[in-house]
C-alpha cells in the first residue's frame, strides 16, 4: 500500500476522509473503499492497495490501445490492474475493471521492475492500460517519471475521469493518450456508466492544450448511443479541437451485463461517413473490414499507413508529410 495523494480528513472523531482524484470526490468512512474499488480510508489516512501491483503485462502493437498516429508499427509495453471509477454495464474488460483487490490475479511488480522490463523488450516505451490506469495515481505518476528519464515514452488508455489538478501535475510525463468517449450525451454516463460527460471533456481539453497527442475512442453500443445526431454532435466537438485528431468508432459486442445485439455494420460506417466530412482521420475497430483501418492523406487521399490487423506497412509517408502530395500529417514518430 501507499498513502494516497489528493484527499484530506474530513471528520477526526470518526475519521471520515474525502477522496479528490477524480469527479466522484467520494467521501469514504473508516476502514472502507472508495467507488474504484482500490483506494480504501484506514484510520483517516487514504491508501491505494494496488500501488506496486499489476493483473497483466505484455507487449502490444500502439495500434490496439488504440493510437494509430503514434509510433506507428511499433510495439509498446502494457500494463494493468484492477478496479474503475466508472461502472459501464457494456465494459468490455469487466473481468478486471469491474474487480478490486480481492483478485487472486494481483501480481508484484515496481516501478523500476516495470521500466526494466520495457527496455529489456525493446519497448518505446509504457502503456498504462487494461483497466483505468488514473485510479492508480500514485504508481503511474512515479513509473512514468522514472521511465521519462530513461528516455521511454508514457501512454494513457484512459476514461479521462480525473480532476483537474492531478491530471495537470501527471501530465509532464505522458506523450499520448487515447480517451474513451462513451457517449456525447450526459444521460447515458449517469445510467450507463455512472459518471459525467462534461468532466471527460474538460480532461480532453486539457491534455490537447498542453500539447500532448490524443485519440479518441467511442464504442458503439446499438441503439443508445449511436444516433447520428449524436455522432454528429461529437465530431463538432473535436473539430472545434482539431481536424487533426484522430477518432475511432469501436465495434460493440454484447458482454457484461448488456445483451444488446452487436453493432451492426451499416451503423459503424455511416458514423464514419458523418465524421469523415470534418475530420481527416476516422477509423473502425473490432471489425475486419481492412480500409477502414488504413491512413489515408487528407489532401491527396493516397495510402499513407497500410494495416491489416495489427500488420502496419508504411507506404507513403516520410518524415511527418505525405510523399505524393507533401501534406503534413498528424503522425508521431
Known amino acids: 500500500m501507499k498513502e494516497a495523494a489528493y484527499f484530506s480528513l474530513i471528520d477526526t472523531e470518526i475519521k471520515t476522509v474525502q477522496c479528490y482524484l477524480c469527479p466522484h470526490k467520494c467521501i469514504i468512512e473508516n476502514d472502507k473503499l472508495g467507488d474504484c474499488r482500490i483506494r480504501k480510508n484506514i484510520e483517516g489516512k487514504l491508501y491505494s492497495l494496488t500501488y506496486n501491483k499489476y493483473v497483466s503485462a505484455g507487449m502490444d502493437p500502439i495500434e490496439k490501445k488504440p493510437l494509430y498516429h503514434f509510433f506507428p508499427g511499433y510495439e509498446i509495453l502494457s500494463i494493468g490492474n484492477v478496479g474503475c471509477n466508472l461502472h459501464c454495464r457494456f465494459c468490455q474488460n469487466w473481468e478486471i475493471s469491474q474487480k478490486g483487490v480481492q483478485s487472486d490475479r494481483l501480481r508484484e511488480i515496481t516501478a523500476e521492475e516495470t521500466i526494466s522490463l520495457a527496455q529489456s523488450c525493446g519497448s518505446i516505451g509504457i502503456a498504462y492500460t487494461y483497466n483505468e490506469p488514473l485510479i492508480n495515481y500514485e504508481y503511474v505518476l512515479e513509473t512514468a517519471a522514472k521511465a521519462q528519464k530513461r528516455g521511454l515514452k508514457n501512454v494513457l488508455v484512459t476514461n479521462g475521469y480525473i480532476n483537474e489538478a492531478p491530471l495537470v501535475n501527471l501530465l509532464p510525463y505522458?506523450?499520448?493518450?487515447?480517451?474513451?468517449?462513451?457517449?456525447?450525451?450526459?444521460?447515458?454516463?449517469?445510467?450507463?456508466?455512472?459518471?459525467?460527460?462534461?468532466?471527460?471533456?474538460?480532461?480532453?481539453?486539457?491534455?490537447?492544450?498542453?500539447?500532448?497527442?490524443?485519440?479518441?475512442?467511442?464504442?458503439?453500443?446499438?441503439?443508445?448511443?449511436?444516433?447520428?445526431?449524436?455522432?454528429?454532435?461529437?465530431?463538432?466537438?473535436?473539430?472545434?479541437?482539431?481536424?487533426?485528431?484522430?477518432?475511432?468508432?469501436?465495434?460493440?459486442?454484447?458482454?457484461?451485463?448488456?445483451?444488446?445485439?452487436?453493432?451492426?455494420?451499416?451503423?459503424?460506417?455511416?458514423?464514419?461517413?458523418?465524421?469523415?466530412?470534418?475530420?481527416?482521420?476516422?477509423?473502425?475497430?473490432n471489425v475486419v473490414e481492412e480500409k477502414s483501418s488504413s491512413t489515408f492523406c487528407p489532401g491527396c487521399e493516397a495510402e499513407l499507413i497500410e494495416r491489416k490487423g495489427y500488420n502496419v506497412k508504411i507506404v507513403n509517408l516520410e518524415d511527418g508529410h505525405c510523399k505524393s502530395c507533401g501534406e503534413k500529417i498528424n503522425i508521431v514518430g
Open 174 to 285: 505522458i506523450d499520448a493518450a487515447n480517451i474513451d468517449v462513451k457517449s456525447f450525451r450526459n444521460d447515458f454516463y449517469r445510467d450507463y456508466c455512472g459518471g459525467t460527460l462534461s468532466d471527460v471533456l474538460r480532461t480532453a481539453e486539457i491534455m490537447y492544450h498542453h500539447n500532448k497527442h490524443i485519440e479518441f475512442t467511442n464504442l458503439l453500443v446499438t441503439g443508445l448511443n449511436d444516433r447520428e445526431e449524436i455522432i454528429g454532435d461529437m465530431v463538432d466537438w473535436i473539430y472545434s479541437l482539431s481536424p487533426d485528431i484522430p477518432l475511432h468508432f469501436s465495434r460493440y459486442f454484447p458482454c457484461y451485463k448488456m445483451t444488446r445485439e452487436a453493432t451492426p455494420m451499416p451503423v459503424l460506417q455511416r458514423a464514419r461517413e458523418i465524421a469523415l466530412k470534418k475530420l481527416h482521420y476516422v477509423y473502425l475497430g
